[in-house]
């Protein structure tokens, strides 16, 4: 079956431009988690989705991030204003059960900000 | 402050041996253990866990083992095979319950050597 897709795999953009990053989660997953990963470092937290309740926004790190998750399903994380500490690869997983069942990743979304 | 820290960044080993990686940790709230593998241009996958009621959990080639006195885990690899070459992170989970937060260390890259 289809695993955690991704889009788009790479994207470029000037500082100061706004960029959406988009998720498909695995069909019947109900957690579903953004992280990103900067140049030599461990995976940070961004946000994560749980069915219908309110999302955890601790890990966003500023007011330009936000993230929604549409009919349960499909995730889109906005950055705004761009900078460019930003860049880096923004990780989406999502998970079917309790939190001792694995995440499962997409490709991720390599950002590029110039 | 790292609560995961794999404090190897690299090995290399040859073919056919033993590979030994390993990850210590700070928090005693810790109760559940991951190991994902990655490679380059994908999103981690899941490899292997560990529940904190145990000490030693194995997966065909893949053994977790966990000392919860020392704080300390690893993940053996017999025998090495050269597609086993990827970036391993440990990640470890505790207080939350179903919303609980992985906490990643930094990743070890192997290498292994035909």
């Known amino acids: 079956g289809a695993g955690v897709s991704q889009s788009p795999s790479n994207k470029v953009t000037e500082k100061g431009k706004d960029v959406e990053l988009r998720c498909d989660p695995i069909?019947?997953?109900?957690?579903l988690y953004w992280y990103r990963q900067s140049l030599g470092q461990g995976l940070e937290f961004l946000i994560y989705f749980q069915g219908n309740s309110a999302p955890d926004k601790s890990g966003l790190p500023s007011d330009r991030f936000s993230a929604e998750r549409t009919g349960g399903s499909v995730s889109t994380l906005t950055i705004q204003r761009t900078q460019q500490e930003d860049s880096a690869v923004y990780l989406c997983?999502?998970?079917?059960?309790?939190?001792?069942?694995?995440?499962?990743f997409g490709n991720g979304t390599r950002l590029t900000v110039t | 402050d790292q609560q995961v820290k794999q404090n190897s960044p690299s090995l290399s080993v040859q073919e056919g041996r033993i590979s030994i990686l390993n990850c210590d940790y700070t928090n005693s709230m810790f109760d559940y253990f991951l190991w994902y593998k990655k490679y380059p241009a994908e999103g981690p996958t899941f490899l292997i866990s560990?529940?904190?009621i145990k000490d030693k959990n194995e997966d065909g080639r893949f053994t977790v083992f966990l000392n919860k006195s020392a704080k300390h885990l690893s993940l053996h690899i017999v025998p090495s095979q050269p597609g086993d070459s990827a970036v391993y992170f440990c990640a470890a989970s505790g207080e939350g319950g179903n919303n609980r937060k992985l906490i990643w260390g930094l990743g070890t890259s192997l290498a292994v050597n035909p």
């Open positions: 069909s019947g997953h109900t957690a």
């Open positions: 997983a999502s998970r079917e059960g309790p939190y001792n069942s694995p995440l499962h």
């Open positions: 560990i529940s904190s």
